[in-house]
């Protein structure tokens, strides 16, 4: 997967993280800047997209389509598509012209609006990478993990660098029986939770 980027998601992903790099250092707004993940936590989430069971896979908080690009690469080894939302009109045409310059489209599907109100039409899903305002992430994840397939993994960002905003929604995935769960150290820390 990694050996194999083609130049045009090499080339959108080094313009993004300059972008990222950019926002963080001249003071754009909390709400306009990319809010990206570092670009392990990308290799990591495409580590465990391609090596979830059969099933969707889903995006909640797509930015710009960073990660998306990630996880599109393990979309292209198993020749199915990732369904992203994201609720910002400026985000969204952003991450749309992200998906064409890259050439992805035909392994991402792109939705505008509130990945919340869309929960209810999927279901098997295989692997879901949430990453969006943390006041949203346990009912998302009360949301996700009934429909996670056996085996299926839900990955949560920023379970270190909001540890205590999030606190709740980590205990309760760590005493979860429907699920394994642990937070592990990469980027600003990822909950990882694999379906029993
Ligand atoms: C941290 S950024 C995502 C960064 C992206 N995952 C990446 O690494 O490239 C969070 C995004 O989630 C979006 N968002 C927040 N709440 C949402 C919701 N309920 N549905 C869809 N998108 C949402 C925000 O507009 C924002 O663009």
């Not at 194999?4 to 990222?20: G, H, K, N, Q």
């Not at 790099?21 to 580590?47: H, I, M, N, W, Y």
């Not at 710009?64 to 969204?92: D, H, P, Q, V």
């Amino acid at each position: 997967m990694f050996h194999t980027i083609s130049p045009a998601v090499l080339s959108r992903m080094a313009y993004l993280e300059a972008m990222d790099r950019k926002d963080r250092s001249d003071g754009t707004t909390l709400q306009k800047r990319l809010r990206q993940v570092p670009p392990e936590t990308g290799r990591f989430v495409a580590l465990l997209a391609a090596s979830s069971p059969s099933g969707g896979f889903v995006e909640i908080g797509t930015s710009a389509g960073y990660s998306a690009l990630w996880i599109s690469l393990a979309c292209a080894m198993r020749g199915c598509k990732l369904t992203t939302y994201e609720i910002l009109e400026e985000k969204y045409r952003l991450a749309k012209e992200t998906f064409q310059e890259a050439d992805v489209a035909r392994h991402v599907e792109l939705v505008h609006g509130n990945a919340l109100q869309c929960m209810s039409k999927i279901k098997n899903i295989a692997f879901c990478f949430l990453d969006a305002e943390k006041e949203i992430y346990e009912k998302c994840y009360d949301a996700i993990i009934p429909r996670l397939v056996k085996g299926g993994i839900l990955v949560a960002d920023n379970a270190i660098s909001h540890r205590e905003s999030l606190k709740q929604v980590i205990d309760k995935a760590l005493a979860d029986d429907r699920a394994d769960a642990l937070v592990v150290p990469i980027g600003k820390g990822e909950l990882v939770c694999r379906r029993i």
